[in-house]
């Protein structure tokens, strides 16, 4: 039996996707004062031995990368909070895709805490397109066709006929979402297989394929 159409609010959708508070790094030490010839500055206090050196993270290759951040989103499907080894990341729907991708060993610069900054990061230094999803790409939606990027979630597959399962944190938490770009106006195919989740957005109801902006790939 196919399963049931999802329906999700936008008002829901929007809650989800309120910027979410980035995780801060502890602050670095400050070193010793050094005199001009090199020598240690008296006023610098009892000489202490420097603490072992942090092992240095290297990224995983890149298709582990893809397989770690999707890992990580889809664990958190039908959490509200985003939440990963005790690291708070947020309720918004940003939030999800900075934990995927610090669980991937590809943390995310600071700043880069909302919508609108995952997408300028996306586009200086990743690729963004209208098609060729991938597992791994992240998915930028508007709340109405034509808008501006108000939503973001992360592709987990690409199906049959080009639908895609979508990972996204909502205002009732992490859902999966059914997105198809190449046929934006059908809910359902011929063979009653879930092309778009129906969306309702204002008083009508909306294939999700027609709120896309850009899929973008970061890792």
């Not at 196919?2 to 329906?7: C, D, G, S, V």
């Not at 890149?62 to 890992?71: P, Y």
């Not at 669980?103 to 690729?127: I, N």
């Amino acid at each position: 039996m196919a399963p049931r159409r999802t329906l999700l609010v936008v008002a829901a959708l929007a809650a989800g996707c309120a910027t979410g508070k980035p995780r801060i790094a502890a602050p670095l030490t400050p070193p010793a004062r050094e005199s001009r010839a090199g020598t240690r500055d008296p006023g610098a206090g009892p000489v202490s031995a420097p603490p072992p050196a942090a092992p240095h993270r290297l990224a995983p290759p890149r298709a582990t990368s893809i397989h770690l951040a999707v890992e990580a989103a889809r664990g958190l499907v039908g959490h509200r909070e985003i939440v990963v080894d005790g690291v708070r990341y947020g309720d918004g729907c940003s939030a999800l895709v900075r934990a995927a991708f610090e669980e991937a060993g590809h943390p995310l610069p600071a700043a880069v805490s909302d919508v609108a900054s995952l997408l300028r990061l996306a586009r200086r230094e990743g690729s963004v397109r209208k098609g060729r999803p991938a597992a791994g790409d992240l998915i930028f939606l508007s709340d109405r066709p034509g808008g501006q990027p108000e939503h973001v979630g992360m592709v987990e597959r690409v199906g049959q006929g080009g639908t895609v399962t979508v990972l996204h944190r909502t205002g009732r938490g992490v859902v999966r979402l059914h997105v198809n770009a190449t046929q934006p106006w059908r809910a359902r195919g011929d063979d009653g297989r879930i092309l778009n989740d129906v969306l309702v957005v204002g008083g009508g109801r909306i294939p999700a394929g027609r709120l896309l902006v850009a899929y973008a790939t970061l890792l």
